[in-house]
């Protein structure tokens, strides 16, 4: 039996935001989820949607990098690019979730031992979330996506998400955050010069 492909979308509306933050908390398959667990998924999606930050690099960071600060600098792991993050909006989660951590504890730890949570951890608990509302197109690129769809609508600044993303092309760009021709069409409606 060949592995299932996941086309991964972001998400495109508040509601879908909000709708995907209800299904971390609730947990697998509807079930209550432990506080702890359902506060540490949260915050990760709240990390992913806000920064653009790959999962693996979400997962690098301990409590000391993100905790009182407005931003911080991470050497992202597939590009080894230096690239400074702004946290600022979501500081109060931050420090709310922070609050009782030891600042060397990994900010998205597993449940078993002092390790980071893994990879395949997030995607997990990302797909039974995305199951719980009867979504099949949610991975971990999910809030890479959500972040750089949400960014380009509020800016469209695509040479900047490109940088933002390490991208080489705006195509690239374009492609990954899931822009269509229609929504292209859409914004040049009653664009004119001259």
Do not use: C, W
């Not at 039996?1 to 979308?9: E, L, P, R, S």
């Not at 760009?173 to 822009?179: A, N, S």
């Amino acid at each position: 039996m060949a592995d299932k492909v996941i086309n991964v979308q972001p998400l495109r509306t508040s509601d879908e935001i909000n709708e995907m933050k209800l299904a971390i908390k609730r947990g697998n398959k509807g079930r209550p989820k432990r506080k702890t667990l359902a506060e540490r998924d949260l915050m990760l999606f709240l990390m992913g949607i806000n920064t653009g930050l790959r999962i693996g690099d979400l997962l690098t960071l301990k409590v000391k990098d993100v905790r009182g600060r407005d931003n911080f600098i991470i050497f992202e792991g597939k590009t080894q690019k230096k690239r400074s993050v702004n946290i600022k909006s979501i500081q109060k989660e931050i420090e709310d979730y922070t609050n009782n951590k030891e600042r060397e504890e990994y900010l998205f730890p597993s449940q078993k031992g002092k390790k980071a949570m893994t990879t395949t951890q997030a995607y997990r608990m990302l797909e039974n979330a995305g199951d719980y509302i009867g979504r099949d197109d949610i991975g971990t690129h999910t809030m890479r996506k959500t972040f750089g769809y949400h960014y380009y609508k509020a800016t469209r600044d695509i040479a900047a998400l490109q940088d933002i993303l390490n991208h080489s092309a705006p195509s690239i760009t374009k492609r990954y955050i899931g822009i269509t021709q229609e929504e292209i069409d859409q914004s040049l409606e009653g664009f004119r010069l001259g």
